[in-house]
């Protein structure tokens, strides 16, 4: 799924698109039609803070799911991607819907993901799927290029309405000249390091703005289950070894839970 060239890419630079994967037409009907079944059935979280839709009822939302979400998360052409630049050996951590709906003033602050995640040593790659064409006019996620190469920066507490995040690196902080857009044509993806800088602005288009990230971690990290000012609990979040065998005795698989099997259903 990834050419040397892109995993190069990816590490040095923090994020790639790969030019050798989009899901086709069915899938992506797919999983927009498990998108409005989602988001009817949990009008009352907001559409961009939905986490672990691939479950049914799983922590920390009890956000009611949908198979084609599941079925995505274990899809080998998503594991080989996350292989490529994490190694064989993989743990799912949780995933995320993001959805803008048209003229929104929701925002993702500049960020790096490493500080809301107990994750040791920090370690991750998100893959985010577009379910939608993403385009800056309807907030495409913006990166700045090898920041993950540096040390973390501080992020603040912030209380606004219209930030998916409770925390935030201060825009002083961040050489926002050097931010590039990533822009997707639907059913495209791109990954994303645990530690780049990272952000969007609202949606301030006509169009929706509907993207799926899912996050793997080496299995060489463990999960410490413990995060001060995490806007989610992580005690009983579900983790799961999806590919590989677990290499850090420090992950405790067990507390995590997952809410319906989707083969009771």
């Not at 993950?148 to 925390?167: C, V």
């Not at 990272?198 to 289950?225: C, D, E, F, K, L």
């Not at 065998?245 to 992950?251: E, L, P």
């Amino acid at each position: 799924m990834l050419t040397t060239e892109e995993i190069e890419t990816y590490h040095r630079e923090g994020w790639v698109i790969p030019q050798g994967f989009r899901l086709d037409d069915g899938e992506l009907a797919d999983l927009r039609a498990g998108l409005d079944r989602v988001m009817a059935d949990n009008s009352e979280i907001q559409p961009d803070r939905i986490m672990n839709p691939h479950l049914d009822g799983g922590a920390p939302y009890g956000v009611r799911g949908h198979k084609a979400f599941h079925d995505l998360v274990h899809d080998p052409r998503i594991l080989d991607m996350a292989q490529a630049v994490m190694g064989p050996d993989l743990v799912l951590l949780f995933s995320h819907l993001f959805c803008k709906p048209a003229d929104s003033r929701r925002i993702v602050p500049w960020h790096q993901d490493g500080p809301f995640w107990p994750v040791e040593p920090l370690a991750s790659v998100s893959i985010w799927i577009a379910i939608d064409d993403v385009d800056t006019a309807n907030g495409a996620m913006r990166v700045i290029p090898g920041s993950h190469r540096r040390d973390y920066k501080a992020h603040s507490l912030i209380d606004d309405p219209n930030s998916t995040l409770n925390r935030e690196i201060e825009t002083a902080e961040v050489d926002e000249d050097r931010a590039v857009g990533i822009e997707l044509r639907a059913g495209q993806v791109s990954l994303h390091d645990i530690g780049i800088i990272h952000g969007s602005a609202a949606n301030t288009s006509g169009r929706r703005r509907a993207g799926w990230a899912i996050r793997y971690m080496p299995a060489t990290s463990r999960v410490t289950r413990v995060m001060p000012n995490a806007a989610a609990n992580w005690e009983d979040l579900p983790i799961e070894l999806v590919r590989g065998v677990n290499r850090n005795d420090g992950t405790d698989f067990a507390p995590g839970n997952f809410g319906r099997p989707w083969s009771s259903l």
